[in-house]
């Protein structure tokens, strides 16, 4: 991977982690550097189920494909919060 492509999964999980983020109410009690790796993950993650969705790769934006990767971003927040609030 070139270093484009690292620059591009960091700002795209920061974007995706934050949006993920927003959609929960209240305040979470994790680091921003909590909140791009689950955004980088729930990137990762949302692309291959879009794919095996067949709704990765359509004309325009794919709006069903981030849908998938912000709710998993979201859900991953979640959970990272209440793993860290049990230690």
């Known amino acids: 991977m070139e270093i484009s492509g690292v620059i591009s999964a960091i700002v795209i999980g920061t974007v995706i982690g934050t949006l993920g983020r927003l959609l929960l109410p209240g ?18 993650v949302g692309t ?13 934006v794919d709006w069903i494909e981030w849908l998938i990767q912000i709710a998993l971003a979201a859900a991953g927040v979640a959970a ?3 793993f860290k609030t049990r230690s």
């Open 27 to 44: 305040r979470q009690h994790i680091g921003v550097l909590w909140t791009i790796g689950v955004g980088i993950v729930a990137a990762f």
């Open 48 to 60: 291959g189920i879009a794919a095996g969705l067949g709704v990765a790769d359509t004309k325009g």
């Open 80 to 82: 990272v919060e209440r």
